[in-house]
C-alpha cells in the first residue's frame, strides 16, 4: 500500500471541483501522458479510461474504471491493466483546507517481478505521487480567484 497527502489551502468544494475532471490529471500528474475515456461518461462511478503512464523508461496503459464517487469526499478506481489493484482519492476538511489522501494497492504481474516489483516501485511511486500532489497545489493557487 501507498499513501501520500497534502493539506491544500483550498476548500473541499474548491479542491473538488479540480479533481473531478479526471481528463485533468494530465496537467498535474507527471506521470499520467493521456487519458482516453472508453465512453462518453466523464465522471462517476463507471467511468472507464485508459491512461498512458510512464514513470522513468517505463510506460503502460492503465485501464482504470472508477467504483466510487461521493463528491467532495472520495474518488476510488479499480487498475485493470498490466498492473493491477485498487486506489483512491479522499478529500477531508483540515486546518487552512483540505487533507487530499492517494492510497493506492498495486500488484505487479509476475515478468515484472511480482510482489518484489510492487516493493522496489513504492519508493519512486510515492516520490512521484507526493510530486504530483504539490503540482496540484499549484494548479489549485494558479486558478482560484485571488491567489497569488
Known amino acids: ?35 482516453d475515456f472508453d465512453t462518453s461518461q466523464r465522471e462517476g462511478v463507471g467511468t472507464s479510461f485508459s491512461c498512458l503512464t510512464r514513470v522513468g523508461p517505463f510506460s503502460t ?10 463528491d467532495c469526499h472520495v474518488m476510488g478506481v479499480t487498475h485493470r491493466g498490466l498492473v493491477t489493484g485498487v486506489g483512491q482519492f479522499t478529500l ?4 487552512g483546507g483540505t487533507r487530499l489522501t492517494w492510497s493506492e494497492s498495486l500488484h505487479f504481474p509476475w515478468w515484472l517481478a511480482g510482489a518484489l516489483g510492487a516493493f522496489l516501485a513504492k519508493p519512486i511511486l510515492t516520490i ?16 482560484t480567484p485571488g491567489a497569488k
Open 1 to 35: 500500500m501507498i499513501v501520500v497527502e497534502i493539506v491544500v489551502p483550498h476548500s473541499v468544494d474548491r479542491v473538488w471541483e479540480e479533481l473531478r475532471h479526471i481528463d485533468r490529471h494530465v496537467t498535474w500528474m507527471d506521470d499520467a501522458r493521456r487519458i
Open 61 to 70: 496503459t492503465d485501464k482504470m474504471v472508477i467504483t466510487q464517487w461521493d
Open 92 to 95: 477531508m476538511p483540515a486546518d
Open 128 to 143: 512521484v505521487w507526493r510530486k504530483n500532489l504539490s503540482n496540484l497545489a499549484r494548479v489549485l493557487s494558479a486558478t
